[in-house]
């Protein structure tokens, strides 16, 4: 009930804040249900005063009740993200609208859709992942992206979706951390620019001529006979007296060493001008870009950043594609099949001989199909990646707001932090 009123409110306007109210009360709801069943765990229930239920009985009755409240859990889920998608005024593509062989999505707000979402700097990601998938053959001009269309499998239109969808989830996620680190003032900064550069050298170059400068007014007044706070060690013991009478140690290393040094008076002029200018080096640094930032990561941390946080987002996730797309398994299938048996002679085939046979099959018709312009295509992509990151904001909420663990954690995905870099593109390049 609490499932269908949530729906009610996002169809109807929701001034008086109705589903926020709607959505806090099923959280509570569900961390109530959930402290129930874990009591289920440390209760022995009688059916005849006598006889105990067995422990299998039991155990049946908990995995029954925790399926229905994942399933409360997932609607909860679903329902948050598309109260998401009508706060940008958009509107998701929804089931059906990519059954056909030609598919018509028609306009939708890109700024929102974008600059509504997105920090700054999650937008330059966003934007290399868009153009990386795009690839070459994208318009150059915003007219071409309606009037070009391309014909390719449904199979592989499901796979960048939710590919974008994780890269969404991601990008949430590491943008979050970037953000904090960025208020706290704990991002490292770059010396990138040539003024901070320049800074730097005249820096270095005034340090070295004050160097010499002290080392020259020692060795005379060492020559004069002056005093100085030089220290002196007084050696006792034998060996060290036998070294004393080395003429090599008394000879000083910096005379010998020492290279010359240069320093006109019109460019130690220039360089107090460029120290002394009032501003600090902070403020010729470059801030880490959220990309820079993101590759200072670890393997632990990338595959940390990268995974679903929950199972209820993955069994979502899992039949939002289905709707989407349709049966995701039979087009494996059909596209095994298309692609043919592996080689008699154990080689495994080169992308392009599997791109080759790819395109046989979509000319064919071997594969089910879909006609998508470059604009409904960057539509698709968008939406994905915009609805991994409102995924990743409902779990959140709901990790925060809820006093019981109603999320059923998902361990780490087994891959390298590798393929996860993939996700980023490379500058926009495909």
Not at 85 to 108: R, S, Y
Not at 246 to 261: G, I, K, L, N, Y
Not at 268 to 297: H, N
């Amino acid at each position: 009930a609490l499932g269908m009123a949530l729906r009610r409110t996002i169809d109807e306007s929701d001034e008086s804040g109705d589903f926020k109210w709607t959505q806090d009360e099923q959280i509570k709801w569900l961390s109530r249900e959930k402290d129930t069943i874990v009591a289920i765990r440390q209760t022995r229930v009688s059916d005849t005063g006598t006889k105990l239920v067995s422990r299998k009985q039991v155990q049946e009755a908990q995995r029954g009740k925790l399926v229905e409240l994942s399933k409360a859990v997932i609607d909860l889920l679903y329902n948050m993200i598309l109260k998401q998608f009508q706060g940008i005024g958009v509107e998701p593509v929804g089931a059906g609208e990519l059954d056909g062989p030609f598919a018509d999505l028609g306009p939708v707000n890109l700024i929102e859709l974008t600059t509504g979402i997105h920090t700054i700097e999650a937008l330059e990601m966003v934007k290399s992942h868009l153009m990386s998938i795009l690839g070459p053959m994208m318009p150059k001009n915003n007219q071409g992206f309606y009037t070009s269309a391309v014909k390719m499998p449904k199979l592989q239109m499901s796979q960048v979706y939710m590919t974008s969808v994780m890269f969404g989830y991601f990008l949430k996620r590491v943008d979050h951390r970037y953000q904090v680190a960025k208020q706290l003032g704990i991002l490292e900064r770059t010396y990138k620019s040539e003024e901070a550069v320049e800074r730097l050298e005249a820096m270095l170059r005034l340090s070295k001529s004050e160097s010499h400068e002290l080392s020259k007014s020692l060795r005379e007044n060492e020559s004069t006979g002056s005093s100085s706070s030089l220290e002196y060690t007084y050696y006792t013991d034998e060996d060290s007296v036998e070294d004393l009478n080395d003429p090599a140690a008394w000879t000083d290393p910096s005379e010998e060493e020492e290279e010359e040094f240069r320093y006109d008076a019109e460019t130690k002029r220039r360089d107090l001008e460029l120290v002394g200018d009032g501003r600090s080096l902070e403020d010729l640094a470059d801030p880490v870009s959220l990309r820079e930032y993101i590759e200072q990561f670890d393997s632990k941390t990338m595959v940390q950043c990268a995974s679903l946080m929950s199972q209820e987002a993955a069994v979502l996730l899992q039949e939002y594609q289905y709707a989407l797309f349709g049966n995701i398994r039979g087009l494996q299938k059909e596209m095994a099949l298309a692609l043919g048996p592996p080689s008699s002679e154990g080689q495994p085939p080169t992308a392009e001989q599997i791109m080759k046979k790819i395109a046989s099959a979509v000319e064919q018709d071997a594969v089910q199909t879909i006609i998508l312009t470059f604009a409904d295509q960057r539509r698709l992509i968008l939406e994905a990646v915009a609805m991994g990151s409102f995924l990743r904001d409902a779990e959140d909420y709901v990790e925060k707001e809820s006093t019981s663990d109603i999320l059923t954690p998902l361990p780490p995905l087994p891959f390298d932090d590798n393929s996860i870099k993939g996700l980023l593109g490379d500058g926009g390049q495909a």
